[in-house]
């Protein structure tokens, strides 16, 4: 009767640590996963946030860079 108990006792144990396994890399998984939805989320706003900066600096520049470049006189 024993051998049986320990033998069913044994089965359980292995089937719970393998759902325990296979769960946490599900879990693992998808924690990555929203980590790189998150990570490229940032990156596309980092690259509108400068884009945007340089589409109103740009102007801005070549006005100082025209007024900043020496007159020639008419002669």
Known sequence: MFPTLITATLAITATLAIIATLLGAIVSGRFQERAAERSVHASHG???RRDRLEAITAPRSAVEARRRRPQR???
Do not use: G
Request: no cysteine.
């Open 46 to 48: 980092e690259a509108v």
């Open 73 to 75: 006189r008419r002669r």
